[in-house]
């Protein structure tokens, strides 16, 4: 390891990418001389624990400061400087220019290698009221304070924007007892997410009294005695606190002003090590551009953990750690909770990978989150996504009330190994009863996957709207009674008795299987497919595709 004695490095921004940066560095050059520059006064929080404190789940607002600027000058030596903003780079220079934010004095700080950690900054967008002040976003612990102080006297919230942060916001304020409305562009909740995988989320959030409006935006803020938000729609609903929770764009204007490569969207550009276009210039965390794991494209992905490791390999690189290997890109691996359940993703959606023309295939499958016979199992879906062609795992969906994030983080462990349907299939899971079952729900995706590719089942997640399709209902006539496909022509033949009904079924049309999880329909697509039936199987069954508050919404032949 060839170390250089008293590097300056200059750090601009804390939190995840900068602090861990910052950390890493010290650990490899005792000598270095290490500023850490913070425009706020908190230089490293844990500010997806912001929401948390807000609602009370989180008693105690210290334990958001990983570390104060006190305890970094102790610990690591490290000059920082918070409350001051870095305004201006001299590249041929190699300095950056401070102001202090209070008393508004500037100074040039020399620099040998630099790393740029300006963070994201939650969209506003132009619309009239957006200066109401009780209209809010949250990014710090700042804002954090103010949206809590503001809560203690509301009534009434609405929260716009239905992605992971909202839905975190939408659930504290439930729990502070506050009536919730959710408003959401997308005609889903979790835009990210694939349609069906949101409609237990979308149910539970309807169950604990959040009003969801889906399919409309936000159109402009009235301020009177309550804050009226008007909808795209026509639609208007009054407020006494507002959180704006529609996204976020890079803070990159001191990168373009210095003449730094950026992308479409914005972003700091930087090559597998974190440098920039400038050499001397490394970038990391929620402000870069990367490379998408799954595609190679070029993509953005504004989360806490790609962002710590981002920092730690530039510091590496920065020192020359001999055994510093690039960074392999993002799977955008992400969940969230909303009282009960949880839902997430990891890789690519069926959503993205259409829009983006790829060929995949998929799988949508239900079981338990532990051997069923064991007390306290509740239902998983899971949802898988693979290349055709090679085999190679894509993506993954999960969503359920336990055993979300655990399957999530072996599907992301897979895709990150390169690991094929056939490769997933043979997986050893730990198993005992309670923890999980001998055929895992990660096996069963891939088994029913490897199915899917030998031909051995023709998956499909829609019902054609034909009248030549015949629908056969293979659920226990007495759980048909009780929840009927009301809005499809169905024939009920329960799978114990499909071999002696064959007789019912014309062997000229086509023939779909569906049940309520998936697995006696696809028993009965085997049986069919054996006896001369073209037969297709809805995949997951009933309750992976349709919302669980409302009877099935099958299109009528």
């Known amino acids: 390891m060839n170390l250089t004695n008293g590097k300056r490095l200059v750090i601009v921004g804390g939190v995840a990418a900068g602090a861990s940066c910052a950390a890493r560095a010290r650990r490899l050059d005792e000598s270095a001389q290490i500023t850490l520059i913070e425009r706020g006064p908190d230089v490293s929080f844990a500010n997806c624990g912001l929401p948390y404190f807000i609602g009370g789940e989180i008693k105690q607002r210290d334990a958001l400061a990983v570390q104060t600027p006190q305890t970094l000058k102790a610990m690591l030596a490290i000059d ?3 409350s001051t903003e870095a305004i201006a780079i001299d590249r041929p220079g190699k300095r950056v220019q401070l102001r202090e934010i209070a008393a508004g004095t500037t100074e040039w700080l020399p620099y040998d290698k630099l790393l740029l950690a300006p963070g994201a900054v939650p969209l506003r967008p132009d619309l009239p009221g957006i200066d109401d002040p009780r209209l809010f976003t949250l990014r710090s612990l700042q804002d954090m304070d103010r949206i809590k102080a503001t809560a203690a006297s509301a009534r009434r919230v609405t929260v716009i924007g239905a992605g992971f942060i909202g839905l975190e916001m939408a659930e504290q304020f ?3 007892g506050k009536q919730v409305t959710l408003v959401e562009l997308q005609d889903q909740v979790l835009p990210p997410l694939d349609g069906p995988m949101t409609h237990l989320m979308e149910d539970e959030l309807r169950r604990h009294g959040i ?4 399919g409309d935006g936000i159109a402009g803020f009235v301020g009177e005695a309550a804050l009226t938000c008007r909808l795209n729609s026509g639609r208007v609903v009054e407020a006494d606190l ?5 996204g976020v764009r890079p803070d990159t204007a001191l990168a373009r002003d210095a ?4 992308g479409l969207r914005g972003h700091i550009c930087v090559n597998p090590f974190m440098q920039t276009s400038d050499p001397d210039i490394y970038a990391a965390g929620d402000a870069i551009e990367i490379k998408d794991f799954v595609s190679g494209d070029a993509t953005a992905v504004p989360l806490g953990g790609p962002a710590n490791r981002q920092g730690r390999l530039a510091a590496d690189h920065i020192f020359h750690l001999e055994q510093t290997k690039p960074y392999p890109g993002a799977l955008g691996t992400a969940i969230v909770r909303a009282f009960d359940v949880a839902a997430g993703l990891t890789g690519w959606s069926e959503k993205r990978l259409r829009a983006a023309g790829r060929m995949y295939r998929s799988v949508t499958v239900n079981d338990n989150h532990h051997a069923g016979y064991y007390p306290g199992a509740k239902p998983l879906l899971l949802k898988l996504l693979w290349d055709p062609e090679t085999g190679r795992v894509l993506g993954a969906q999960v ?3 336990l055993g979300v994030d655990k399957r999530l983080d072996v599907i992301a462990t897979a ?5 094929t349907i056939d490769d997933l299939a043979q997986l050893e899971l730990a198993y005992a009863p309670p923890f999980g079952a001998a055929k895992d729900i990660v096996n069963l995706a891939a088994f029913t996957a490897c ?4 031909g051995l089942v023709t998956p499909i997640d829609s019902i054609p709207n034909d009248p030549l399709v015949q629908v056969v209902d293979t659920r226990p006539a007495a759980l048909v009674q009780a929840h009927p496909l009301t809005q499809v022509s169905s024939v009920n033949i329960p799978l114990g008795a499909l071999r002696q009904r064959l007789g019912e079924l014309d062997r000229s049309r086509p023939v779909v299987t569906v049940c309520a999880l998936g697995k006696s329909a696809y028993f009965a697509a085997r049986i069919l497919a054996q006896n001369g039936f073209q037969v297709s199987t809805l995949t997951g069954g009933i309750r992976a595709h349709f919302d669980p508050r409302t009877p099935a919404k099958l299109p009528t032949p």
């Open 80 to 82: 920082v400087r918070t």
């Open 174 to 176: 439930v729990r502070l």
């Open 451 to 454: 199915n899917a590719r030998d």
């Open 259 to 262: 003449g730094l490569e950026l």
């Open 415 to 419: 895709i990150t190994g390169g690991l």
């Open 242 to 246: 507002v959180v704006l929770s529609i």
């Open 211 to 214: 009003e969801l409006i889906l």
């Open 399 to 401: 969503t359920g009330f």
